[in-house]
C-alpha cells in the first residue's frame, strides 16, 4: 500500500501493520480535504502520516483524523485537524456537484455507488421524501437522472441545510425542494402521499419508521439504512422493519458498504402494503 511504503522509515517498522490501507478524500482536482482514521497506538505518528497522506494526494488541502463514533443531535464525528487547510470543497461525483465541509455535516465518498444504484431505481414523475438529508447528496443524484415531481429533502442540521440549498443551486435543480425540520415533526404534519421514502441515517433511523410508512402511498417504496454485525446483518433491521409495518413486503437487501470492524452499513427495500 502507497501510504505504508511511503512512512517506512520514518515510523517504527513493527508499527507500519497499523497504518491505515485507506482514508476518504472528499472533493475534486480543484481542492480536497483527507479524511484518516489512525490507531491510538500511532499517536505519536500522526503528523508523520499526515505528511504521507498530503504528500501522495496533491489535491488534498487539508488531512483530518476521524475519532469515535458519530454522536450529537446532527450524528458528526469528532475530528482533529493534522495538516491545516480549507475543509469547504466541492465534490464530484457521476456527473454532479457537492458542496460540504464534512466538519459541519456528514458526507461519505464510499456512499456514491449506493446513490447510483437508489437513481436508477426511481421512476419518471416520482414524489419522493429524503430524509436526513444532509447536504442533499442523494436528492441531486436523483434529480440529475431523472425527472421526478418532487423530492423534499429535510434537514435539521443548519450547516446541512444551507450546503443542501448550496447544491440546488450550484446542480440547477428544480424539483428538489429543501426543508429545515426535524423529521418526526415534518412527517407528522405532512399530508401528501410519497412514491419513494430515503431513510439513510444508518443509527436512530429506526425510530422514525412507522411515522415515515403513513406517509408513502400504498406500493410505494422505502429505502431504510441501518447497521448489523457481519455474522447476520440483516436480522435487526428486518425485525425493526417487521414491527413498524407488519404488512410491508422485503424486496431486497444490500451491504451498501463497511460501517466499523465486522459492522456493516445496510439498506433494506420495503413495499408498502395497507391491505
Known sequence: MALKRALRGRIPDDLL????????????????????????????YKYEIAKAVKSLNKNVGAVIRRRGARTGAF???????????????????????????PTKVYFSP???????????????????????????PYGVAIAKRKRVRWIYAVELNP?????MVDNIRLNKLSAMVPV????????????????????????????????VVKCVADGGVIHFYHTGPEEDPFKE???????????CRIISRRIVRDYAPHIYKIRIDLEVRRT
Not at 483527507?34 to 491510538?40: G, K, L, Q, R
Not at 450547516?159 to 450546503?163: E, H, L, N, R, V
Open 159 to 163: 450547516w446541512g441545510f444551507k450546503y
Open 75 to 101: 450524528r458528526l464525528y469528532d475530528y482533529e485537524v493534522l495538516v491545516e487547510g480549507p475543509t469547504e470543497v466541492i465534490h464530484r461525483e457521476h456527473g454532479y456537484s457537492i458542496k460540504v465541509d
Open 237 to 247: 433491521a428486518e425485525e425493526i422493519a417487521t414491527r413498524a409495518c407488519p404488512g
Open 180 to 211: 429545515r425540520a426535524d423529521v418526526a415533526d415534518f412527517c407528522a404534519g405532512f399530508k401528501g402521499e410519497a412514491d419513494r421514502a430515503i431513510m439513510t441515517l444508518p443509527l436512530g433511523a429506526h425510530q422514525y419508521l412507522g411515522g
Open 110 to 136: 464510499r456512499d456514491q455507488t449506493d446513490r447510483a444504484e437508489i437513481a436508477d431505481m426511481v421512476a419518471e414523475g416520482e414524489r419522493i421524501l429524503y430524509l436526513f438529508a444532509g447536504a442533499g
Open 17 to 44: 501493520h497499523l497504518v491505515p490501507s485507506s482514508f476518504d478524500i472528499v472533493g475534486s482536482r480543484s481542492g480536497a480535504v483527507a479524511i484518516i482514521e489512525i490507531p491510538d497506538e500511532l499517536e505519536p
